[in-house]
């Protein structure tokens, strides 16, 4: 093969060039040195190379073992508990059960998620694109050599270039996509005479495309926008649920303590009575006036008090730590949280109609249900225009201008505004049967009656609950009369029976028995009254009002921009509902003494010591014997007056609101 000529020395060079890069590929294929591996196995961290997190300082746990020791008492109002608990709620916990756990919401997800409007208002915001460019072009060129007719030399001429181009751009809210650039190059020529050199040539240019059909105006051209916005209400009514779910879980949790203290005050009497009972039984043992099974059964009563005792222990501990975690405190530490609201009492009445009425505007996962419509709405009209063909008007305007230096050495420009050229034409563009936008139009349409029936379905069970809360408030307030009347009866037939065991007409059986009657009772009776008034808040929560009632308003709703009357008619921008003003009104003020105070708990101990110090040794000196009536009847048991508690606000702003 002869490889003298240009061209096959060049096609040889290609050919070994070729093969000498296909070996190089292959070898590398093998080595796998210019590829990565396949990932075949977990690359797993060391847990010690992991960024160390900074725990808060937390005490050893007390434990029913350890909770007999002398802990220091720290007051708690529940008005300080809710207050506690929004200062400490950047992530918001609720309650479930027993055990407090996260929500998922953050303080920070509102601030998030309203960044999404800035983002699809950029779209809207001047584009400003600067581009410079140096370059440099040599072309080589045959022309006729002047010695020898019959050949031709290869010359070149080189052109050193300076490029500026300067553009903006604006869409518009009708879809219209505005632009101008302006575009001046430097050009400089060598070697030779040229026209002119330097040259430097000057292009401003307008453009315009205002789509016609598809694309064209405000409303379709705005519905990112308003989605967004409707995110970001969205993100805010999920937050504010989170944030009222919190204060309701605050308020169960508080009166959760309350009923479990007086459970272990209750357990605590069974406890002292059959400890008595005991030691009275071994006593009598001893003298030959009991028999060796009463002895036993009081020492199983006993055991079986103390741990049920151990278990309301237990159970107030678990009650306070789900409280302490509410409030964003540590699990425990050095005092116990003592309860010093008291609870409320009276009756409360709805307006049924109206509870469901305000239930339909203010809940906010109905608001966030409506808000999911409406952003469904603002889809569907933008689904509905890109349905359309596109059908653009186009035009553009543009002047050119030249200047540069003749071989003179003048410089010659044109005249301003002599070089002009303009452009107008249409552009159209449709699929065949637009299937695609036609599908995608269908599809909103049928999600729009999903999120529709979805609304419908948080109404019908937003009613539901309604229901639930309405009549549980009816049954909560019947149980604290039936428990409280239970509770007198239990004490009435526990002093009948320790009087007839005490004169040996009856066994001991009966005196445990009406022991673990009182005990029950008087925690039902507290567990009622705390059930109540958890209903009442649960009924709050429901209703999508139980912020605004506790005084609790978002820094957003009550301070807001000024309204289309300026500074005249700023008042008009503040909620309807809402004072400009902050309320520091106490809902549930300190009653200086335990929450448990208020239920009016007649200590048993009292009963005790009468009797022990009637109790005479000699065989032959004993009680008189109780009549055989049982004393008198329950609506005649001469009682202490119970304290009337005074109506929180709370509670009298919502019959207000429901009335």
């Not at 022309?143 to 490029?163: E, H, K, N, Y």
């Not at 009292?606 to 055989?628: C, F, G, L, V």
Request: with cysteine; charged share 20%; glycine share 6%.
């Amino acid at each position: 093969m002869n490889t003298n000529t240009p061209i096959r020395r060049t096609a040889l060079l290609t050919l070994c060039a070729t093969l000498v890069l296909a070996a190089e590929f292959a070898q590398a294929q093998q080595s796998r040195q210019f590829t990565f591996p396949e990932q075949r196995v977990l690359a797993l961290p060391d847990t010690d190379r992991t960024s160390s997190s900074r725990l808060p300082p937390v005490d050893l746990p007390y434990t029913v073992s350890s909770a007999d020791k002398d802990l220091a008492q720290e007051t708690l109002t529940l008005d300080q508990a809710i207050r506690i608990a929004l200062e400490n709620a950047q992530v918001v916990r609720f309650l479930g059960g027993v055990a407090a756990s996260t929500s998922g919401r953050t303080i920070y997800d509102v601030a998030i998620s309203n960044t999404g409007i800035d983002e699809q208002n950029a779209v809207f915001d001047p584009t400003l694109n600067v581009t410079s460019t140096l370059g440099k072009s040599d072309q080589p060129g045959a022309i006729f050599d002047s010695a020898d007719p019959g050949r031709s030399l290869i010359r070149g001429s080189s052109t050193d270039s300076v490029t500026t181009s300067v553009g903006l751009a604006k869409r518009m809210f009708n879809g219209a996509d505005l632009g101008l650039n302006v575009t001046p190059t430097g050009s400089y020529f060598s070697p030779g005479i040229f026209l002119l050199d330097p040259q430097f040539n000057t292009g401003v240019e307008m453009t315009l495309r205002q789509p016609m059909l598809r694309g064209y105006g405000r409303d379709v051209n705005l519905v990112p926008v308003v989605v967004a916005r409707i995110e970001t209400e969205r993100s805010y009514f999920q937050y504010k649920d989170a944030v009222q779910e919190l204060v309701r879980g605050v308020i169960d949790g508080y009166w959760s303590l309350v009923a479990a203290r007086v459970e272990v005050w209750a357990r605590q009497q069974q406890v002292e009575q059959a400890e008595f009972a005991f030691k009275r039984a071994e006593a009598r043992k001893e003298e030959g006036l009991e028999r060796a099974a009463d002895v036993a059964q009081a020492r199983s009563a006993l055991a079986n008090f103390r741990a049920n005792l151990i278990t309301a222990r237990s159970n107030r501990i678990l009650a306070e730590t789900a409280l302490r975690n509410l409030l964003g405190m540590p699990p425990s530490g050095n005092s116990e949280l003592v309860p010093v609201s008291v609870p409320f009492r009276e009756r409360v009445e709805f307006d049924w109609a109206m509870l469901t009425a305000t239930a339909e505007r203010q809940r906010p996962d109905i608001v966030e249900l409506k808000l999911i419509v409406e952003a469904d709405q603002q889809l569907l009209r933008q689904a509905s225009n890109s349905a359309r063909p596109q059908f653009d008007g186009i035009a553009n305007y543009r002047w050119d201008g030249l200047q540069g230096e003749m071989p003179n050495g003048t410089t010659v420009r044109s005249a301003s505004g002599q070089f002009t050229g303009w452009n107008v034409g249409v552009n159209f563009s449709v699929p065949t049967g637009l299937r695609q936008s036609r599908a995608a139009l269908r599809r909103q349409e049928l999600v729009i009656c999903r999120d529709e029936a979805n609304l419908e379905q948080g109404l019908h069970q937003m009613v539901h609950d309604l229901t639930v809360n309405y009549r549980n408030i009816a049954q909560f307030y019947d149980q604290i009369d039936a428990f409280g009347e239970a509770r007198r009866a239990a004490l009435i037939n526990y002093e009948n029976q320790l009087g007839e065991f005490q004169v040996d007409r009856q066994g001991f059986l009966n005196v445990l028995q009406a022991i673990t009657d009182w005990g029950n009772a008087v925690a039902q009776e507290a567990r009622s009254v705390t059930q109540y008034n958890s209903e009442l808040a649960s009924i709050q929560r429901q209703t999508g009002t139980i912020l605004e009632t506790h005084g609790i308003v978002f820094y957003e709703e009550r301070f807001c921009a000024l309204g289309p009357l300026g500074r005249l008619g700023s008042q008009a921008t503040y909620p309807s509902a809402l004072s400009a003003t902050g309320d520091d009104t106490l809902r549930y003020p300190n009653s200086g003494k335990p929450a448990e105070a208020a239920f009016d708990l007649k200590d048993l101990n009292s009963n005790i010591k009468e009797d022990n110090d009637s109790q005479q040794p000699e065989t032959d000196q004993r009680p008189a014997p109780i009549p055989d009536d049982s004393g008198p009847p329950i609506d005649d048991v001469q009682q202490e007056p119970t304290p009337k508690t005074e109506i929180p606000r709370s509670f009298t702003r919502l019959t207000s609101l429901f009335k």
